[in-house]
């Protein structure tokens, strides 16, 4: 009843933006060998577009984007651009299927921060867009800072450059990551209301940790293809990572973004182990203990179930995004069944008695060491126990 109120588009589609707005985390660097890596597992993942880069950075950047267009790859690529005739050049030069082109949109950003009058603005992105479309690029209207422009003011923007311009997209850019799920939502529908052909993207961050949700709000009203990166990486706290976002479409929503969620964790650590940044254990669906016990209720609960009834204590599987299936750890908060298990996995016996003892005695050595407690420290409670 609640998901029949929504408006999904009739098609999703994932840009992944880990090679541009990801890789503008500070001390992130992917090598040009890496990148072609990372777009062929993105490309065989399913994701439907790629921003390959920023070919105005570098000459380096250039060549890199040209090596990704040779691949000649199904998923479309396309690279960030200002709002600029040369860049417009530069990026078919690369050979890339669509830009991405940027300009201020809110007029206080434009007054503070570019120091341009918002007419000045509006010029620079026809005359940009309108460049791109020239050379024969799908153009994707990236209005910096939407979410903080006046709505009037800003679907008024879009109309002129529309006109007067070009645009096959516009792009509801959250730059600092303070949208809400309502706010997203309602701004989406009054661009829809205002141009009901015009497809809308989501390009939204984690200030507040919502852009998930701000971007699953966004696409209830209607948006068509939302930018991601992988785990989440990009400036200050990060872009909307594509793992919980196409998983919760699926499993939450019944919404297919055509992306194999069973390559989630592979892709997740391939990019771990491209630029040497991990991601926090438990992060949600990538994290590498997400799956992982220690207290001693749930393990119960678990033990109970598994066989008969696992998805009593997941909403999902673990082998849907690729995870190895529940494991724990033993510390201060187990109980008498992670113990047995745990012997079990160690290939030890105890009876109930010694469990018991067992059990007393791992909660005060992990008071002893402020963690959990490793094979060899078990082993030799067990010992302890069993031969004392």
């Known amino acids: ?46 994701i439907q577009r790629i921003e390959a880069g920023n070919p105005s950075i570098s000459k380096q950047d250039a060549d890199s984007v040209k090596a990704i267009t ?17 860049d417009a050049k530069l990026a078919k030069d690369c050979g890339v299927d669509g830009v991405l082109m940027e300009i201020p949109s809110s007029e206080h950003l434009l ?5 341009w009058s918002v007419e000045k603005a509006i010029q620079a992105a026809i005359e940009g867009t309108r460049a791109a479309k020239e050379q024969g690029l799908l153009v994707s209207f ?21 006109t007067e311009g070009y645009m096959d997209s516009v792009v509801l850019v959250d730059t600092f990551g303070c ?16 141009f009901p052909t015009l497809p809308v993207e989501a390009h939204f961050h984690e200030d507040y940790d919502m852009g998930v949700a701000n971007t699953i709000a966004a696409f209830t009203a209607g948006a068509d293809v939302a930018h991601t990166t992988i785990n989440g990486v990009g400036e200050r706290s990060g872009s909307v990572p594509y793992e919980p976002l196409v998983l919760a479409l699926k499993v939450l929503y019944g919404v297919d973004t055509g992306v194999k969620l069973d390559k989630i ?44 009834n696992p998805t009593a204590m997941f ?18 908060k187990s109980g008498k069944d992670n113990i047995k298990d745990y012997l079990g996995k160690l290939g030890l016996s105890a009876d109930n008695e010694q469990v018991t003892r067992i059990l007393d005695l791992v909660k005060e050595k992990a008071y002893e060491v402020n963690r959990v407690l490793n094979d060899d420290e078990f082993r030799a409670i067990h010992k302890k126990v069993t031969k004392g």
């Open 1 to 46: 009843a609640v998901i029949s109120q929504y408006q999904f588009a009739p098609k999703i589609e994932i840009l992944d933006t880990t090679l541009r707005d990801g890789e503008q985390q500070p001390s992130l660097f992917i090598s040009p060998k890496d990148r072609i890596r990372l777009v062929k597992q993105l490309d065989a993942i399913g």
């Open 70 to 86: 040779d691949l000649g790859l199904k998923a479309k690529i396309y690279v960030f651009c200002r709002a600029m005739p040369a």
């Open 111 to 115: 007054k503070y921060g570019k120091r």
């Open 142 to 162: 990236f209005p910096a800072d939407s979410s903080r422009a006046e709505i009037p003011y800003l679907l008024d923007m879009i109309d002129r450059v529309k």
């Open 179 to 194: 949208y809400t799920p309502m706010a997203a939502a309602y701004t989406v529908r009054r661009i829809k209301e205002r």
């Open 265 to 308: 964790v592979e892709t997740s650590k391939m990019l771990r182990q491209m630029t040497g940044q991990d991601v926090h254990p438990h992060k949600a669906v990538v994290g590498d203990r997400i799956f992982t016990y220690e207290t001693g209720l749930p393990w119960s609960l678990w033990k109970n179930c598994r066989d008969e």
């Open 315 to 332: 909403s999902y599987m673990w082998e849907v995004t690729g995870h190895k299936g529940p494991a724990i750890v033993i510390g201060k």
